[in-house]
């Protein structure tokens, strides 16, 4: 079975400074990797993707990905008011030709404060 | 958010009822999905359509009847719901189905409550 694991926090970090969101997964072939985030009674939004090991950079946003420990990480510098919200580890599989749906972590809730 | 639209944003409905949620994605994708989000769990895949044929259905109870007409329509077709059925619907498309560079998109959701 697939398990995507989030701490649910909430993580609190004071504003201008850098928050990390972690995330763990199971299935070993898993490919892609995906960061959304969640504001309370909205649907996710896309922030970041990553498909190979290393980093990736997007604006204030870095994903990391380490498929030998099968970790992927989000780092948000200079973190804003405005990024409070929770955020989404999800997982994909490509098992060949067809869609596949993704897998999802609970979340992580992510407080900045002023 | 507009790329995928869904209707209705709210729905109550008894047990006995019979209602549609409808998904409509602006985007061209060739698969649409529909997830289950409730409180203190984590999104939950119910189904998968590529090219308007489903190839996923995750173990998702018949009370629950998905259909797809064509590729920018999706319908989650509800009957004799039960309380814990209550949650938040979401629809999904992605373009590139089977593809590593598969994204999902996600409408703005359905928030169904079942008394």
Redesign the interface.
């Known amino acids: 079975q697939k398990e ?1 694991e989030q701490n649910s926090g909430p993580l609190s970090v004071p504003e201008g400074a850098i928050a990390s969101l972690n995330c763990t997964y199971s299935d070993r072939v898993s ?2 990797f ?1 960061w ?1 985030r969640q504001y309370s009674g ?5 922030i970041m ?1 990553i ?1 190979s090991n290393g980093d990736k950079e997007d604006g204030r946003f870095t994903a990391q990905l380490n498929k030998a420990s099968q970790y992927v990480s989000l780092l948000i510098r200079d973190s804003q008011p405005s990024d409070s919200a929770t955020y ?1 580890c ?1 997982v ?1 599989v ?14 992580t809730h992510l407080i900045i404060q002023p | 958010e507009t790329g995928v639209t869904q209707t209705p944003r709210h729905l109550v409905m008894g047990m006995t009822n019979k209602k549609s949620l409808k998904c409509e994605q602006h985007l061209g994708h060739n698969a649409m999905y529909w997830y289950k989000q409730s409180a203190k769990k984590p999104l939950e895949l119910m189904f998968v359509y590529n090219f308007k044929e489903q190839t996923e259905n995750n173990s998702v109870p018949s009370r629950f009847s998905p259909e797809c007409p064509n590729s920018s329509h999706l319908f989650l077709h509800l009957h004799t719901l039960q309380p814990e059925d209550s949650a938040l619907y979401l629809c999904a498309s992605s373009q590139l189905p089977g593809s590593l560079q598969e994204t999902q998109y996600f409408g703005p959701g359905t928030r169904l409550l079942v008394l």
Do not use: I, N, R
């Open positions: 995507v490919q892609s995906f959304y909205k649907s996710p939004e896309l993707s498909y989404l999800a994909g490509d098992s060949g030709g067809g869609a596949d749906g993704l897998t999802f972590g609970k979340g």
